[in-house]
């Protein structure tokens, strides 16, 4: 079983739609979590963190579910620009981050 | 603010010769950075981590002979790809830490070996 998985993809969603990933970990020490975006051809970007209350931003929710040992990431509203590699990381010890394969996400018009 | 910057973006080089990669944090002081490879449509795979001042940590499978890694200060970090061969090329990503555990990435590296 891989440290991190996610689903692939592509999701591929209609502009305006509601759209949501999930990333499973296996090891239940994990002390953080975050999701990053990925453009084509280009370097993550940190898009939150994700804490153990959930947060907000804007139109992007994560939440975290220890006992299931999940993340999630939650799009409302979907815009063309989202369309992305979307990437959960996972600290796991001491600076060992634990990357997933990430999801796509196409949004089209 | 988190700013790193990386260069060169892109680099060919012919096979055998060795390639320097330079990570910088521009607005902030990383205590430990991270050199990441990428191949086409796969994740990043951790190649080693390195704290100012000390020997970086090599993940299973790198060699450090080969991927030289210097840290020298808290705004810079250079990998070295040494010998460099065809299977070497790949997109080469430096992310810096300042003390939280927020990464933030470099614009990455095109290493083109021929």
């Known amino acids: 079983r891989k440290e991190v998985e996610q689903d692939p993809g592509p999701f591929n969603v209609p502009e305006g739609a509601t759209v949501a990933f999930n990333c499973t970990y296996s090891n239940s020490a994990s002390q953080s979590f975050f999701w990053y975006r990925q453009d084509c051809r280009k370097e993550p970007k940190l898009l939150m963190s994700v804490y153990s209350s959930g947060n907000e931003d804007g139109r992007f929710t994560a939440q975290l579910n220890r006992a299931s040992q999940y993340i999630s990431l939650l799009i409302r509203d979907s815009k063309l620009s989202d369309s992305a590699t979307y990437l959960c990381v996972v600290l796991t010890g001491t600076y060992k981050y634990i990357f997933g394969t990430g999801t796509r996400l196409k949004v089209l018009a | 603010g988190a700013v790193v910057s990386q260069h060169p973006s892109r680099v060919i080089c012919k096979s055998g010769t060795s390639v320097k990669i330079e990570c910088r944090s521009l607005d902030f002081q990383a205590t430990t950075m991270f050199w990441y490879r990428q191949f086409p449509k796969q994740s990043l795979m951790l190649m080693a981590t390195s704290n100012e001042g000390s020997k970086a940590t090599y993940e299973q499978g790198v060699e450090k002979d080969k991927f030289l890694i210097n840290h020298a200060s808290l705004t810079l970090s250079t990998l070295t790809v040494t010998s460099a061969h065809p299977e070497d090329s790949s997109f080469y990503i430096c992310?810096?830490?300042?003390?939280?555990?927020?990464?933030?990435f470099g614009p990455g590296t095109r290493l083109t070996v021929t």
């Open positions: 992310s810096a830490s300042g003390g939280t555990y927020e990464q933030y």
